[in-house]
Structures are given as structure tokens and as C-alpha cells.
């Protein structure tokens, strides 16, 4: 008797090593979108979860972005359906772009359809198919925007009620396990429109991998990996800086001593500068270095300068010894 093709072995082992987490009975739900990432992983939860007396379901999110997009919906659902997932859930969402464009718009449409759905059906876990692959163009693209540790670490492979069981798996891997499973995959043709900036990463990978030699990818992922662990240790400080700075969340219009904050490490301050924009107003995926460096330039390179303009809007002033981040005064 042989085993099963050495791809669908992988995911099955980190599929397995995620379910451990929960108690029999639990409900865990796949995000799947009729990609070859997540019906492979689909397929390995539906084969590990009755060995853990896990219940498995999964969801399916149409984002209503392609012409073809109801009909690979509904052959997605019959194909979990046929490895036996229950509840299988279909979920439309609109997208309607945002100032942030249709990438961030569909993602947020997304997750919020997979925690509403998670609410409803009492799911302990959300399983996501992001694999090794996309985890090196996270990487990528951070380096490419000069981001700091947080952006290099990643997508992590936990957080709430998500996990990401594949992201020391690549996508050649899911797709031989799905040959293998004879499992029909669609291949979205956003994910080769060079208009996304994730392509191009896609892409720029491949030929970093040509050039360089392989293993590029897997290194970037490493990198993540290890990056991780000091990104939350960071913000860890950070969190109990900001605490004792403020106290109490601010409300727009707070202050903080200029003392108080240069006393900080500048890797912590960072990070607290960004929580105070947030806090105080500023939508969180505005909110960029540039933003928290001028901000830090009231404290370090202090000449009288005029307010920061920030998102929101906002602004960081600095008077009598403290900064204040605050809406701008409104003319008259």
C-alpha cells in the first residue's frame, strides 16, 4: 500500500500540527477560494480533522471581482462538500475601493466575511492558505517600502482566531498535492495583472530566484521567521511605555512630556509614536514612517519647527515641553 504523494504528506503534517490546538468537537472552518493553496489545505484538514474528532467546515468568500467568480465560487463548494467539510458556507461580499484601492478594499471584505461567519457557526479557528511563497513577497515587498521589523516579520501564523498552517509550504507543493487529490484548482487572473504591486513582487522573486539561485524565497521566509520574535518583544515595550505615559487611551487634543518620550529607546519610541497617532485619531494604515520620523524629529532635531501634518487629519505640535497630536484649529 502507498502513502500519500510526499506534498499532500507536508500539508497534511502542518495541518496536523494546527489542529492540535483544539479540543474534540471544536469547529474549524477553511477560507477557501478554489485556489490550489487553500483546497489543498482544504483536503488536508478534511482528511486530518476525524482523526482529532475535529469538526471541519469551510468558507468561501466571492469577492464578485470576476466575471467567472459565482461559478468558481459554487465548483470550490462542491469540491469541499465532496471531501466530506461541513458546514460549507458561501459567502458574496462588495468591494467597493477604499483611498487604500481594491487589494486592501477585497481584503477587508474578506475578513470580515470570515469572522461573520466564524461568529455564526461557533468556529474555534479560521484556517488561511497563505503559503511560504506568499510569506517571501510579504518580506519583499516590506524591504521594498524600506518598512521596519514589524512589516519584515510577516504574516504571522497566528493571531486571534486565524492560523496560516502552510506557510513553511509552497505553492508548487499545493499544487502537486491537488494532482495528487485530483482536485481542480482556478488560477484568479488578478494574480498575474502586473497592475497589483504583489505581482510584481511575484514576479521580481522569480527572477531573484533565476539570478541568485534557489532558495531565495525560503530565505526571505526564514528571515521572517526570525524577525518575528523581536517585533513582538518590541512592541511589548511599547505597549508598557505607552501605558505608563498615558495612563488612560487618549482622546484627541492629549500631551505628552518631551523628557518622558526621549527617555525611551528609539526602537521602542518609534512604536509608540505610531500607537499615539492611532490612538489620538489617525487611521491606522495611513499611518506611515515617514509620518512617525517627523514626529520624532520634534523630540530629536527640535528647532522651532511648525506642526507635523498626520493622517486623519491631525497634527503633531510640540509647545512648553510636550507634543501634542490634536485636529488642526479651525480657521475663522
Known amino acids: 500500500m502507498t502513502g500519500p504523494h510526499p506534498a499532500t504528506a507536508a500539508i497534511?503534517?502542518?495541518?496536523r500540527a494546527t489542529l492540535a490546538e483544539c479540543q474534540p468537537g471544536d469547529l474549524v472552518l477553511v477560507a477557501c477560494s478554489g485556489g490550489a493553496d487553500s483546497l489543498a489545505l482544504a483536503a488536508a484538514v478534511a482528511f486530518?480533522?476525524?482523526?482529532?474528532?475535529?469538526?471541519?467546515?469551510?468558507?468561501?468568500?466571492?469577492?464578485?471581482?470576476?466575471?467567472?467568480?459565482?461559478?468558481?465560487?459554487?465548483?470550490?463548494?462542491e469540491q469541499c462538500d465532496d471531501l466530506g467539510l461541513a458546514p460549507v458556507i458561501l459567502a458574496p461580499v462588495q468591494v467597493v475601493p477604499g483611498a487604500d484601492g481594491l487589494e486592501a478594499a477585497a481584503r477587508d471584505a474578506r475578513y470580515?466575511?470570515?469572522?461573520?461567519?466564524?461568529?455564526?457557526?461557533?468556529?474555534?479557528?479560521?484556517?488561511?492558505?497563505?503559503?511560504?511563497?506568499?510569506?517571501?513577497?510579504?518580506?519583499l515587498l516590506g524591504l521594498a517600502r524600506g518598512s521596519g521589523t514589524r512589516s519584515l516579520a510577516g504574516m504571522p501564523r497566528a493571531r486571534g482566531r486565524f492560523r496560516r498552517p502552510?506557510?513553511?509550504?509552497?505553492?508548487?507543493?499545493?499544487?502537486?498535492?491537488?494532482?495528487?487529490?485530483?482536485?481542480?484548482?482556478?488560477?484568479?487572473?488578478?494574480?498575474?495583472?502586473?497592475?497589483?504591486?504583489?505581482?510584481r513582487a511575484r514576479r521580481a522573486l522569480v527572477d531573484?530566484?533565476?539570478?541568485?539561485?534557489?532558495?531565495?524565497?525560503?530565505?526571505?521566509?526564514?528571515?521572517?521567521?526570525?524577525?518575528?520574535?523581536?517585533?513582538?518583544?518590541?512592541?511589548?515595550?511599547?505597549?508598557?511605555?505607552?501605558?505608563?505615559?498615558?495612563?488612560?487611551?487618549?482622546?484627541?487634543?492629549?500631551?505628552v512630556g518631551v523628557e518622558d518620550l526621549l527617555d525611551l529607546p528609539q526602537p521602542v519610541r518609534t512604536r509608540v509614536w505610531r500607537r499615539l497617532v492611532v490612538a489620538a485619531g489617525a487611521p491606522a494604515g495611513q499611518v506611515s514612517t515617514r509620518h512617525t520620523e517627523a514626529c520624532d524629529a520634534l523630540l530629536t532635531r527640535w528647532h522651532g519647527q511648525g506642526p507635523v501634518s498626520l493622517p486623519g487629519p491631525l497634527e503633531a505640535t510640540r509647545s512648553g515641553g510636550r507634543v501634542s497630536i490634536a485636529p488642526p484649529a479651525r480657521v475663522e
Do not use: K
Open 112 to 139: 470580515a466575511a470570515l469572522d461573520a461567519a466564524a461568529d455564526q457557526h461557533g468556529a474555534r479557528l479560521v484556517l488561511l492558505g497563505h503559503t511560504l511563497d506568499d510569506q517571501a513577497e510579504q518580506v
Open 166 to 199: 502552510l506557510l513553511g509550504v509552497t505553492s508548487a507543493q499545493t499544487r502537486a498535492s491537488c494532482a495528487a487529490e485530483h482536485l481542480t484548482w482556478w488560477d484568479d487572473p488578478m494574480n498575474d495583472d502586473p497592475a497589483y504591486t504583489r505581482v
Open 48 to 77: 486530518e480533522a476525524p482523526r482529532l474528532a475535529v469538526r471541519a467546515g469551510a468558507i468561501l468568500v466571492d469577492h464578485g471581482l470576476a466575471g467567472e467568480s459565482a461559478s468558481v465560487t459554487t465548483r470550490a463548494a
Open 12 to 15: 497534511r503534517v502542518a495541518v
Open 208 to 255: 531573484l530566484e533565476r539570478d541568485l539561485g534557489p532558495g531565495v524565497a525560503a530565505a526571505l521566509a526564514r528571515t521572517a521567521d526570525q524577525l518575528r520574535e523581536d517585533a513582538d518583544h518590541l512592541d511589548d515595550l511599547a505597549e508598557a511605555a505607552l501605558a505608563t505615559l498615558l495612563d488612560l487611551h487618549p482622546e484627541p487634543g492629549f500631551s
